[in-house]
């Protein structure tokens, strides 16, 4: 790995677009897609040339440039000539609708917009009641503009490691979007410690990843892992199911893959049917949610490869505890990512001895300034260097952290604090199940009892025999008291954008028993 200095004025595209041309690889490939194929070399002509577009177009540094952009060479192009020119490029969710953009363009004040042709239908009507003095519609004559004329260089803006870089919009299940806000330091941080020293990247690595890249995770993965260490990004920008992300690893032959235990649910199952080529994978991550065991054990048993799951979040920017390769622990996030550290607090913010569970917290070099005028988020999440993750966790001795649940999703039930994950996980083990979901919900005496959202496989009916099934199975798994009391067998479980489940639609969404 390469040490984590930086220089005085310090601006990340040096350091992941420039020093490629500096160190001979502009003839390598940098990004594969059914676009084509995009040289080290390529790509930074475009960022410089993106950069002089932006700036002669009227946007100064600090400004914002909102990013609704598909996984396609032009985000690369747009983020990058941003942070080039000293302007903090804000990539969003594009498959928000036009209130939502209407909330972001309000709150970040951006200067400038740029979004892909193809989400024109959300996008225009929330600029009536706010429009950035720069929109940039990305079509072909306006990539043309951009990226294809005027001089391919540009000499990056001086800015420091602990200046603001850009910003992630953090997906909270409730309440207003927060932008959280990188420095310049923060994309060097995980990709050294993450990506190279956890998961190995180097140079010879093809980067696919099904998350995509205006989440955290997938910019992390597809964009700035390959280009700290001169490897190669294969971008798919279709929605990604078994067929398109197996016919995308056959296609561009990656070594490492990215995905949520959705997916791999999900293509686990088509893999009764297709035979695809993975034989170019050297291991595939998870995150986003915890990977239950019995996923891992599958996805082994069928295809020969390790899932490495790991904990990251949006303010974290990428995973902080993580299994690694050749040691994956079953039903565990893993061990720290050196770099960083991690404290087990009770509610009275004392420090948990190892097997208890409690709320974690998180201190490392890459986690987020604040969030972006919302000082009061910032003094509750983020106190002295420490971050509040909202998840309740438990450590064992040897350094284990086992995922209980969001904080505000644990149960209690009998009086003994209950996982909800440690219900589903157990029910996914059973061969009828695909998903599940357990909350907690007060029977005929007030008592809170789990409750069980299934969603089953293909062949499996949803029949009382199954339920009388399903407890069985639950019991002698878990604790007496953990067993479903109660059983919803759906089509599909309400997610977030980034494939969380939202329990608390779940709890809203149901009758009340009794
Ligand atoms: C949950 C997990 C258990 C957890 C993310 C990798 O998911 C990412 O960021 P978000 O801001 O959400 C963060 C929250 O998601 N979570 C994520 N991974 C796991 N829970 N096991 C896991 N492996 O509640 C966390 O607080 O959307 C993931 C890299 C970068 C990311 N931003």
Request: contains cysteine; charged residues 25%; hydrophobic residues 40%.
């Amino acid at each position: 790995g390469r040490p984590l200095t930086f220089p005085p004025g310090y601006n990340a595209a040096q350091a992941f677009i420039d020093r490629h041309l500096d160190e001979g690889r502009g003839d390598r490939a940098a990004i594969l897609s059914r676009h084509g194929t995009v040289s080290y070399a390529e790509l930074a002509a475009r960022v410089s040339r993106c950069a002089h577009a932006l700036t002669g177009r009227g946007v100064r540094p600090g400004d914002r440039l909102l990013m609704v952009v598909q996984d396609r060479p032009a985000f690369f192009y747009l983020f990058w000539g941003a942070i080039k020119a000293g302007i903090v490029p804000v990539p969003v969710n594009t498959m928000l609708r036009s209130r939502d953009y209407a909330v972001l363009i309000e709150d970040s004040g951006c200067g400038a917009l740029a979004y892909s042709a193809e989400f024109a239908g959300e996008i225009e009507p929330a600029l009536a009641e706010r429009r950035p003095a720069l929109v940039l519609r990305l079509d072909p004559a306006e990539e043309a503009a951009l990226f294809e004329h005027g001089p391919d260089r540009f000499d990056p803006v001086p800015a420091g490691a602990e200046r603001d870089c850009f910003w992630l919009y953090s997906s909270g299940s409730t309440g207003r979007p927060k932008g959280a806000v990188h420095l310049q330091r923060d994309m060097a941080v995980t990709s050294e410690l993450y990506g190279v020293r956890t998961l190995g990247a180097t140079a010879e690595d093809r980067f696919f990843s099904a998350a995509r890249l205006f989440f955290a995770y997938g910019l992390g993965n597809a964009m700035t892992f390959p280009l700290w260490v001169g490897g190669t990004a294969v971008l798919l920008d279709e929605r990604p199911t078994p067929a398109s992300t197996f016919a995308t690893i056959a296609r561009f032959r990656p070594t490492l893959f990215f995905g949520v235990p959705t997916l791999y649910a999900s293509q686990l199952e088509a893999l009764d049917q297709d035979r695809p080529d993975l034989s170019s994978l050297r291991a595939c991550v998870s995150a986003g949610e915890a990977l239950p065991g019995d996923l891992l054990h599958r996805w082994r048993e069928r295809t020969g490869l390790e899932i490495l799951d790991g904990i990251g979040s949006t303010e974290a920017l990428h995973i902080f505890i993580s299994n690694r390769p050749g040691r994956t622990r079953g039903g565990s996030s893993g061990t720290l990512v050196p770099g960083y550290r991690a404290r087990i607090l009770d509610d009275t913010g004392a420090e948990l001895p190892p097997g208890q569970p409690g709320r974690l917290w998180i201190q490392g070099e890459s986690i987020a300034s604040r969030y972006w005028r919302n000082p009061e988020r910032t003094a509750a999440a983020m106190v002295g260097g420490w971050l509040d993750t909202g998840d309740t966790y438990l450590r064992d001795e040897d350094g284990h952290f086992y995922y209980c649940g969001r904080s505000d999703d644990m149960l209690k039930v009998g009086g003994i604090w209950c996982s909800p994950f440690e219900i589903e996980s157990a029910l996914i083990e059973h061969p009828a199940v695909r998903e599940a979901a357990v909350i907690g919900r007060a029977d005929g005496d007030g008592l809170i009892k789990p409750e069980a959202w299934l969603v089953l496989t293909e062949s499996a009916v949803g029949d009382d025999a199954l339920e009388q099934d399903l407890r069985l199975h639950c019991k002698a798994r878990l604790a007496p008291y953990k067993f479903p009391r109660r059983f919803h067998f759906v089509a599909d479980l309400p997610k977030t954008a980034t494939g969380k489940i939202q329990r608390f639609r779940l709890r809203l969404g149901a009758e009340p028993a009794g």
